[in-house]
């Protein structure tokens, strides 16, 4: 990657927080119950999602950073969805711990050397990455999710 396109990835990554709270705005409260089908996520469960999702990705890039070559672990997020009630859960508190998570590490990667970037960890399911490749995950999610949100809207206002 080259390190304009990395820059890129790293100025999209760091405004995503804003890019979901205007997709957001959107999407009336009284349906981000609403799941498309049993096994797909609601509006409100993908926001608990981001949260927990953020979290982990604030632990794996300080790995890659301080403990290259360390393992991180892989999570079942449909098992996270499901065991820890995410429809009982704030979506206001996710977004600030979203927010506050993104925000702390767009600062810290915003500004390292080129050669940290292909710094290694070992994904328990997924082998050795680096770097550079958590970006292009972490930097897409959200965006991702702002996607499923608009089809659950959709098909939603459809039924109505």
């Not at 304009?4 to 009336?28: H, M, W």
């Not at 300080?62 to 996270?80: K, L, T």
């Not at 969805?81 to 600030?96: F, G, K, V």
Request: charged share 30%.
């Amino acid at each position: 990657m080259t390190k304009e396109g990395r820059t890129a990835l790293i100025e999209s990554y760091g405004n995503a927080y804003d890019k979901v709270i205007e997709a957001l705005k959107e999407f009336p409260k009284e349906m981000w119950q609403y799941k498309p089908a049993p096994e797909k996520w609601s509006i409100h469960q993908i926001i608990i999602h981001l949260a927990d999702s953020e979290a982990n990705s604030f632990i794996r890039c300080r790995r890659f950073i301080a403990e290259p070559g360390s393992g991180i672990y892989a999570y079942e997020q449909d098992n996270w969805a499901n065991t820890m009630n995410y429809h009982a859960q704030s979506t206001d508190d996710a977004l600030e711990l979203f927010k506050c998570l993104r925000k702390m590490t767009y600062d810290l990667i915003k500004n390292l050397d080129d050669k940290v970037w292909s710094n290694t960890v070992e994904h328990s399911k997924l082998g050795t990455q680096k770097m550079e490749e958590w970006l292009k995950v972490y930097e897409h999610h959200p965006y991702g999710h702002i996607g499923q949100m608009k089809r659950n809207y959709d098909e939603w206002k459809a039924k109505r």
